[in-house]
């Protein structure tokens, strides 16, 4: 087991968290402790909070926040971040192939079922291609570690990716509490994330447009990640607008406004595909606007992430980005991928179901940790009943092996404990450039031994440091 | 910015101001019950049925009790005038208008709901009400002052000012609907103790006995009160200061939006009115007059809905 402070059983630390190590040596963890309710009761104070689905109407809750750190060395983010940005100009390459000429199922990479039975492909966005030529204005890799220089990508989130609010605040609750420790550490800054991304999307508006009106689409305050929303088009000094504000006219998008109603060029869209627009897709949807689709392939408005970009994040594509690196950017891929086994593949369901207690098995298109199985936790009950699930319907998973994901001290009631994290970067992509914001969310799974770091699943966060030297 | 987020904002206003009157008349009706020799029942029911929820309370309740009245003014989630639903409201209003409110403005609603909540979980017990009514009112009086010190007195501000006077004109013309028109024919003698303490609880809960005494030096009639309740300038809860309000915000958004509205051109016209004619005119039928505004404040609101796109969620 590696742990980021302390490195593997039997060192003695590691030269990155020498700083931060010696602080907690003077600190009283009780104190911190104390500190730590007081930095949750800010969060609730300021209404940072998220709703879980299936819970009573009016339950928000808090995500954990834990206040020991997490800290990248400038080398080790030298790597992620050139990474991660070839994987995800290699994403886009793939989408704009996909959606046009499909010369990666020609060359005969990808299965042409894999890709046209997929629901999250879109055949509307065939033949078309977005302003600025991106799919994905914005991405949330995540990435899980084993060793010092073991990074491996978990998913992309290609989608819809939430958390960067959080990211946020969790570095303005450090610097309010802590400030002596961003004085002994050259942390590199993730406050202009805001700014950035609000500049990453205009540079995709035609340039002909002087100023572009920008705006927030959300499902409304019931949406699990309404506060990040609220808090995003807060930053952006944009509306935060649903879908009934909407409306299209003579071909133009349009937000009704108590002055009558103004145009809107781009919107940042928190809302599904298939809720988008009941026209096009899913018709009882009251999320989006009727016509909104049309609009978008009209070039009226731009759609950020462009629909059908979940294409290149399904857990099943997953297991062939390495083949599309190499496809589209001719270059060996920086980041490893998790090896993964394709249920749909009768060799290797039967692998996968022969070494169920060793594997997690997930959905193809599952999300937020649910519905997936974490072999050497589960019960015997747990086990026979995803044996029954597999046999029922194996295209629906994949499987992968059990990392020994990587610790970080956390404060818990007995003090300092391992604890499993993951990490998600946030990546804005422009047609000028693709920018990595220098840190993360950092998730920890709060019980001992736990791998599941979701929030829906009780996992908490961490501030994440990027070191300048 | 958004019609929607105009009747958030709007709205938001009215339920935080309908709390706030709800609280200082259950303040009112309790100093009443304390300093009575029966338990005051009848205040209790006057407040159930202004608020419109009469049919409510009966189909929950058999017993008109003090605690029962309290606990559903106070906290009953199928009371939607109770003022834990108004406070939830006015939240969830808040948050899906969160861009459009300062820091301060939205920490001050936030802590009302977390205060409000806390201190409603369980049954309210009499030793506890006053602090809790103290506690709603002073919520309120938190989000005003955020509100005039940090707001920038834009659209914005406007329609929460005009959310927040339609609902005070529509409180105390609703007070004086029931309880004034009552009093009146008992009003002849002046001072009979019975109706002293009923002037008392309708002044109390405008939040104008103190001013009222000190202006008037203790006289009490019935026409000083109406003419205070109405036509007073200075009196924040006077139909005349709600208007000149309302006119003013409308007058505003009329000229940052360089447009004409329809109702601003109505509550100039009941402005107008009000300030030409300083005192009740013994000939005005004060039940007809009160009535007549009730309803064209009512229609004042929808005026505005539709004069700005604001829209019902």
Known sequence: ?469 | MLGRHGDSLFWMARYLERSENIARRIQAAFHYALSKEDDGKDEWTTIISDTGSGCTFSQKYDETTVTNVINFLLRDRDNLNSILSLVYKARQNGRSVRTALTQEVWLSLNESWIACETALKRPTNIRDLPAVLEGIVRGSSLFRGALYGTMLHNDIFNFLRLGTYIERADNTLRIMDSKYYQLLPTARVIGGSEDQSQWEVMLRSLAAWRSFNWLKKGRLDPISVANFLIFDERMPRSIHFCYKEIKLNLEDLSNSYCSDYDSLNAASQIWTALHHSNSVDKRIKLREFIADHIVKNNLLSLTIASDFNLCKQ
């Not at chain 1, 490195?7 to 968290?17: L, Q, S």
């Not at chain 1, 020498?18 to 730590?36: A, G, H, V, Y």
């Not at chain 1, 992620?80 to 390459?93: D, F, H, P, T």
């Not at chain 1, 031994?449 to 961490?462: A, E, F, H, I, W």
């Open chain 1, 1 to 469: 087991m590696f742990d980021e402070m302390m490195g593997f059983e039997g060192e003695t630390g590691r030269a990155t968290y020498k700083n931060l190590s010696d602080w907690l040596d003077d600190q009283d963890l009780k104190k911190l402790s104390k500190e730590s309710v007081k930095a949750e009761e800010m969060f609730r104070r300021v209404g940072i909070t998220f709703n879980v689905y299936g819970q009573k109407e009016a339950e928000e809750r808090l995500i954990p926040f834990d206040l020991i750190p997490r800290i990248l060395s400038a080398d080790e983010w030298r790597v992620l971040e050139r990474g991660i940005k070839q994987r995800v100009s290699a994403i886009n390459a793939f989408l704009c192939d996909i959606y046009n000429e499909q010369e990666i199922i020609s060359a005969g990479i990808i299965p042409a079922e894999l890709i046209h039975r997929n629901e999250a492909f879109l055949p509307q966005m065939c033949g078309f291609t977005p302003l600025g030529g991106v799919y994905t204005h914005v991405v949330g890799v995540d990435i899980v570690r084993t060793g010092p220089e073991d990074f491996f990508v978990l998913e992309d989130n290609a989608r819809v990716p939430s958390g960067v609010s959080y990211m946020l605040e969790n570095r303005s609750t450090m610097q309010h509490m802590f400030p002596e420790l961003f004085t002994t550490h050259q942390i590199r800054p993730i406050n202009n994330y805001p700014k950035e991304l609000f500049e990453s999307l205009v540079a995709c508006a035609n340039s002909h447009i002087e100023s572009p009106n920008v705006a927030l689409l959300t499902p409304g305050i019931h949406n699990s990640a309404y506060y990040e929303h609220s808090f995003l088009a807060d930053e952006m000094g944009i509306e935060l607008i649903q879908g009934s504000d909407l409306e299209i006219y003579d071909g133009k998008v349009v937000i009704r406004t108590t002055k009558g109603t103004e145009v809107v060029d781009i919107i940042y869209r928190r809302i599904d595909d298939n809720f988008l627009d009941p026209l096009s897709f899913d018709p009882n949807s009251l999320l989006g606007a009727p016509g909104l689709f049309d609009a978008y392939r009209s070039r009226a408005v731009i759609l950020a992430n462009a629909p059908g970009s979940g294409i290149s994040d399904d857990k099943a594509i997953y297991s062939y980005i390495p083949e599309i690196i190499k496809f589209y950017m001719g270059e060996k891929p920086l980041l490893k991928n998790i090896p993964t086994w394709r249920c749909a593949d009768k060799q290797n369901l039967t692998y996968v179901l022969e070494n169920l207690n060793e594997l997690v098995v997930k959905e193809v298109h599952g999300s937020g940790g649910y519905g997936m199985l974490v072999g050497p936790a589960a019960s015997k009950r747990e086990l026979s009943e995803f044996t029954r699930k597999l046999r029922a319907n194996p295209a629906k998973y994949v499987a992968q092996p059990t990392l020994a994901l990587s610790t970080v001290p956390t404060l818990t009631k007995n003090g300092l404990a391992p604890r499993h994290v993951d990490l998600r970067p946030f990546v804005l992509v422009s047609p000028n450039e693709i920018k990595v914001t220098p840190g993360g969310l950092t998730r920890v799974a709060l019980k001992k031994g736990s791998l599941v770091v979701n929030s829906s699943q009780g996992g908490g966060t961490k501030d994440t440091w990027v070191l300048r030297a």
